[in-house]
């Protein structure tokens, strides 16, 4: 099961560099918390896990979407 979680990660984070639009990589970072929580959930580190859910995949979110919307988006 964890392997199948890994591989997800790897890929997530490809996916995320990879992007243009910096919105769209902010929320691939946000779906690499997400299975970086199930990750930590897996190996019964459920305190990590629930900060990298509230910290990783919330709070840091928020921050990059309102960083990036204050700045002019042109390619």
Known sequence: MNEI???IL???AVVAIE???LIHAT?????FSLV???IFFTLQALDVAIAEAAIGAGV???LF???????????
């Open 5 to 7: 979680f890994l591989i």
């Open 10 to 12: 790897v890929l997530a």
């Open 19 to 21: 992007m243009k639009d």
């Open 27 to 31: 929320i691939m970072l946000a779906a």
């Open 36 to 38: 970086l929580v199930f």
């Open 60 to 62: 840091s979110t928020v």
């Open 65 to 75: 979407v309102v960083a990036i919307s204050k700045t002019r988006r042109h390619e």
